[in-house]
């Protein structure tokens, strides 16, 4: 059965383990993934808990489908409190962990406490053991993942591992999963660091039985089928996402030398995403997809000859190229291959690269902070040493470790305008200030600044105002510089998307950049036949309101409002300078920002300053935190 995966409680600590089942009536109300993961964080995690202390919870999931064979459903959720931000902190993970997980016979793992020495988890066959991990520690998380499959004696287990990042507390740290499969931002590696777990790893053999197998296979055949045959689906199984490369930097979308300019013009042109067929071995996929959006890559000759690694993707060119100065794919993909095997979240660290080298051009950082490194834009060796001393906690490196609201503490308060992110996570290498929606959903997105919780890719194609209308359920004005109505639209993909996370499928199989993928409605069918649960388009809705206003609660009890829902102030000040007419001399108008902000508000049913109304509450059946679940170790 579908429904007979179980919760895993684990108290490092005392050591103890705890199985419970999960109520038919929780999955009706959050499904699963990251929306379960929130009900049970938001139960557990009091405001005043540090996100290194003991006390902090750690929650693993499963979506609802994944482990089946359509639309990349293969991903795993792992959230946890932030550090950088001190609120949600979620990551979504492709890769094979989740199905190995559902096979093992959990969904949810929470895990608590803080282990004396370092230590792994295994989940088998319906069992949880606490091992030592002391043979592990300092390892990088490739060879970490093949001791641990030796070890359980299983060449299909599968692992959650962190690097050095992740031992050194490297507030972007993140978990990974296979070569690149990455539960990246928000710090989860940092805080499986804190409570010295160095793996999780996944073995079972316990069947996921379906509601009715002959119809889920026929759907999930045609879902995927649809899903599959967009023109999007199809350039992106050929180029991966560098293709959106190409886009950003000929219209000037993507930031460069730390968002001084928002292309690099023809200087970039050698990071086209043709130019990385070369090193190309083939195109490979997560488990349950057919796109296959990831390239395998070997470096053939030169000063980088032998490495072998999967991507880069659209993030790695802007972490490792436009936004340090740097124009050539072997250094794009080594260090892509560095950043996977410490286990670093390579957005954060690039943007916060950029962010170092900006400060030293001002004089905020000097080489005394350095030990003498000079981070002239284009250095690759700068770039390199940055990011070593970060992950090893040396020189700046240990400042800039702690995030960039800490760092910006220490270089002075004025260094913060120069950092591109909202409630102190860093943003991904594009550059919102011509595109209002992409901006809102940057600002307002729970875990700080990032594109996968409601980024609408759609608004750029200026789609008809009755093709947007039939999607969205409401009036859009079709053109993408514009304000009104785009709090409408970054509702629509923030709920869209929760549920997806929920679910367990994968982001670039729905509407994001593809008006024609599946949506709401097409998952109806799906979680009957896997399920057996019948819901309408209107219940999955409301469930992605339910999930996402738990979030938003969560971080409203840690202390956010309002004010954290802004995007960098550079963007109301600074002009962009370059790029295509309809991207050059464009920033964000404050007024038209504030009601773009209040019409999302609206939508949500949030009050002015962002808090959810008591009404809201009611209507989605969210109570005040009981901080109840743990209370059972
Ligand atoms: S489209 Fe890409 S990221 Fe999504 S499941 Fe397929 S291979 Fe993984």
Redesign the pocket.
Known sequence: MVLNRKLGIIDLGKNRVLVREIPVELRKKHLGGRGLNWYYLYNSIRPDVDPYSPENVLAIGAGLLTGFPAL?A?RTQISTKNPMTGGVGDSNM?GAFGPQLRLAGFDHLLIVGRAEKPSYILVRDGGIEIRSAEHLWGLDTHTAQKVLREETGDDRAESMVIGRAGENLVSFANVMNGIKNAGGRSGTGAVMGSKNLKAIVASGDIDLVVHDPEKLLDYALEVDRRARNTKWAKT?GRLGTPLLYDVSYTTGFIGTLNWQYNTPGEDGKPLEAENLEKYSVKMV??I??S????HRVKIREGRYRGVVTEGPEYAAIGAFGTGVGVYDWEFVIKCNEMANKWGIDLISLGTTVAWAFELFQRGYITENDTGGLRLEWGDENAVLELAKMIVERKNVGNVLADGMLKASEKFGKDSLYYANQTKGHPNLLTDERGIPSFALGIATSTRGADHLRSRPGIDLFQLPEETLERIYGHRIVSDFTAYETKGIMVWWHELLYNVVDSLGI?K??TVFNSANSPRFEDYVPLIEFAAGIRMTKEDLMEIGERNYTIERMFNVLNGFSRKDDYPPERYFREETKRGLPFMKGRKLDREKYDMMLEEYYRQHGWDENGVPKRETLERLGISEPDYSILEVL
Do not use: I, S
């Open positions: 990349g293969g492709g992106l996929a997560c349950g997809c796109v296959h959006c990831r994968c670039f199989q």
